[in-house]
């Protein structure tokens, strides 16, 4: 129907009718509440016992004003969901659903609803219904008193005894998905009284179930507006879309289900192949991706400071290797993704922007996209494209992670507690071999370190990985589906409950572990400094990346304790990330072989141990950690036993040297 409004109003009339009066005083009464049973006690006794009972006194005063409950209408089940572009003039009056985010959110303040004032000849009260935005206070006293002994009395404002309701004032903006092609994003007002104000903030996608009503211009907008009206939803319910991790609210079996796949021991895998299983291959990536959701756990120490938790990624590679559709899948997977683009993308788009507020007219602050990304992730595609003096904005968030504003006299700072994704190309568009990895990259060291993991992919001619991609494709162009996978990909909703129940957990790094990290650190600056050709380079950063993404793994395991396997697996992916810079060296005019890489890590470790017999896990652990994969390490023990370089036992546990 269209009279959406009106059916709520008597509604709300109804209800006033049919209520009971309260049996017994109420336990915490609010000053109107006080305030009206002062007047109905002088009322009473200013009248014979003759006079109309406690009824008639009760109708003395407005319904609006008497009303201690809130009428809402909620849109059926069926009921399709429209984008703001959907939403004309067919709607007007109409209960509707529209989704958006959210992108500016006035504080909630007292407005009106019904004005008391108070006469200073005759001590009436007059009372006055507001039920517009605007409304001209009264002057002039109407008491049948007043009238009839011509006094004119002058009334006077009673804040006390007049009645408030919370409001605030939203601004949706149409999602990316609803926008077309060369199109810019509708925007729409949202009014929000009562219960509903505060169920959203700026950055929020939410799904709003309202009444689409005009709204006249006034002043000097209406002169030349003439006979237009602009338009405004007033909200019944206000539903967030993806809610944050904080806000998930479990049930029990869905509890089970999870803590029954934690004790799984492919779990890491299959939540990892769950991230665009239609995308082939990219498996570390993916692992670090998932680690960028859970994310590591802040540390506040005693004196204040603050170190991050968050962890940021950089994908970096050559075109076609699929990262924009990583950043993608992540701003959709994540409850507070924004994605944006880096030539498009301004330093005050993705900071903050001082604007004026339409509706006070005061100079406000409007968060850009790292501040709606608050608590989120903020995927930043084309990051080489960025203007060095926009891509500085994002120095203080990557690690301070906080905005610094001092724009028209408001000095302030605001959070920006996000977790930073990028992707980029080479300078060259592709990776030149012919030049070093510093020259490739072309980004400064200060942004460089700042991010926990630094993927650089490189599309190589390899005839096995190019046989199995093509065929990858071509199966998705026959049957609009990804192919059957090792592991069978988890729903959206389930890995996003996972990641939530994992967050709360806060694990942290041992005593037992302290000596082996600091071992790893040392041994990580040693070779920085001996392979100074790669980008190898390793700082303190470095060591806070690989603890981040130690407890990020802890918290998936659901556990508050830090393992050796978390550290490992930590500087496998650290040292992956690096794996293509370390087969390139002297400008790409060489190879590294692995297997033969492979040896001199297992030599090594007989020389260090000064032992003939080692275990064959410390070997693995070993080689993995430094980034190399299990069926190459296989290949590895196989080949040097073929040549009689050392012995392995039947059951596969130790490796013996052969004497020369």
């Known amino acids: 129907a269209g009279n959406t409004r009106r059916f709520q109003l008597l509604f709300a009339e109804v209800i006033d009718e049919l209520k009971p009066e309260p049996s017994a005083a109420v336990a915490e009464d609010t000053v109107l509440d006080v305030f009206i049973q002062h007047r109905e006690l002088l009322q009473r006794n200013a009248v014979d016992n003759a006079a109309p009972g406690n009824e008639a006194n009760r109708q003395r005063y407005p319904r609006q004003l008497l009303r201690r409950h809130e009428v809402v209408f909620r849109a059926q089940m069926t009921e399709k969901v429209l984008s703001v572009r959907q939403v004309d003039a067919r709607h007007i009056g109409k209960l509707i659903k529209t989704e ?206 603050r170190i991050r938790g968050d962890i940021n990624i950089c994908l970096m590679g050559d075109p076609g290797v699929a990262k924009s559709q990583l950043l993608k899948a992540i701003a959709d997977l994540a409850p507070r993704g924004v994605y944006t683009t880096g030539r498009g993308s301004s330093g005050v788009g993705l900071t903050a922007a001082v604007v004026k507020d339409p509706l006070t ?152 572990l302290t000596e082996y990290v600091v071992g790893i650190y040392c041994n990580m600056r040693t070779e920085a400094e001996q392979n100074k050709e790669t980008t190898t380079f390793a700082s303190m950063r470095t060591l806070l990346a690989v603890l981040r993404l130690a407890t990020a793994l802890a918290r998936l395991r659901f556990s508050n304790e830090v393992a050796k396997d978390d550290i490992d697996e930590a500087l496998r992916l650290t040292y992956s990330s690096k794996s293509s810079l370390l087969d390139v060296s002297e400008g790409g005019r060489t190879r590294k072989d692995p297997i033969a890489e492979i040896f001199k890590i297992i030599k090594s470790i007989f020389t260090n141990e000064d032992r003939r017999t080692i275990n064959m896990n410390e070997a693995q652990r070993q080689a993995f950690t430094k980034g190399y994969k299990p069926d190459q390490v296989e290949a590895c023990l196989e080949e040097y036993e073929s040549l009689n370089i050392w012995q392995i036992n039947p059951a596969r546990t130790k490796i013996t040297l052969v004497q020369a």
């Open 361 to 512: 007219g005061e100079m406000v602050l409007e968060g850009g996209a790292l501040v709606l990304a608050d608590m989120g992730v903020c995927c930043i595609d084309e990051f080489d494209k960025m203007e060095e003096t926009d891509r500085t904005a994002i120095h203080e968030v990557m690690e301070q992670q906080t905005i610094s504003i001092a724009k028209a006299g408001i000095t302030t700072t605001l959070n920006a507690r996000s977790s930073i994704l990028a992707a980029a190309n080479p300078l060259y568009g592709r990776f030149n071999p012919k030049k070093s990895a510093t020259q490739n990259i072309n980004l400064p060291a200060a942004l460089l370190s700042r991010f926990d993991l630094v993927f650089l992919l490189l599309d190589r001619p390899d005839l096995d990985a190019d046989l199995h991609l093509a065929n990858h494709i071509t199966y998705l162009h026959t049957h609009n589906d990804f192919p059957p996978l090792e592991h069978n990909p988890l729903e959206k909703e389930f890995v996003r409950n996972y990641v939530a129940l994992a967050k709360r957990f806060s694990p942290y790094v041992s005593e037992d």
């Open 100 to 305: 958006g985010i959210v992108t500016r959110a006035t504080p909630v303040k007292p407005a009106v609803t019904v004005a008391t004032y108070a006469c200073d000849q005759c001590g009436s009260e007059i009372y006055q219904e507001v039920t517009s935005p605007n409304f001209m206070p009264l002057t002039s006293c109407t008491s049948e008193e007043c009238v009839q002994n011509r006094r004119n009395g002058i009334l006077h404002l009673q804040t006390r005894g007049s009645k408030f309701e919370k409001f605030q004032e939203l601004r949706i903006q149409e999602l990316a998905r609803s926008v077309p092609t060369g199109h810019i994003p509708r925007s729409m007002t949202i009014i929000a009284r009562g219960e509903t104000t505060r169920e959203a903030g700026p950055g929020d996608q939410v799904v709003i179930t309202g009444i689409f009503l005009p709204t006249p211009y006034v002043g000097y907008r209406q002169i030349r507006a003439g006979l237009l009206s602009d338009t405004y939803i007033e909200a019944q319910i206000i539903e967030k879309e993806k809610r944050a991790y904080t806000e998930h609210v479990l049930t029990n079996e869905m509890r089970e289900e999870i803590e029954a796949c934690s004790h799984e021991s492919d779990i890491y895998d299959r939540l990892a192949n769950s991230i665009s299983p239609h995308i082939y291959g990219h498996d570390d990536v993916k692992k670090a991706l998932l680690l960028l959701l859970v994310g590591g756990v802040d540390r506040k120490l005693a004196d204040g400071m």
